[in-house]
């Protein structure tokens, strides 16, 4: 019985799945402008919480070497 369970751990650690942000599907603009169009559409679409999200995301990764050698920058965000 042990072991069915380790196999069960093994094949649990190796399996590998889709990422949950995983495009549903792919769109071919026929040009800038309405692919600008649609991603501004999508932008106005998004709840103030969302775009604080996606900011702190962005902040997070442009500065991670900046953040990762002092931590206590990423605590508290100013507005000046």
Do not use: C
């Amino acid at each position: 019985m042990s072991e069915d369970k380790n196999s069960q751990n093994e094949k649990d650690e190796n399996r590998v799945e889709e990422p949950a942000t995983a495009f549903n599907s792919i769109h071919v603009y026929n040009s800038f402008d309405e692919m600008e169009q649609d991603h501004l559409k999508w932008l106005a679409s998004l709840s103030p919480e969302e775009h604080l999200q996606h900011a702190t995301s962005l902040i997070k990764r442009v500065f991670a070497k900046q953040l990762e050698k002092y931590p206590e920058l990423g605590k508290h965000i100013t507005f000046d």
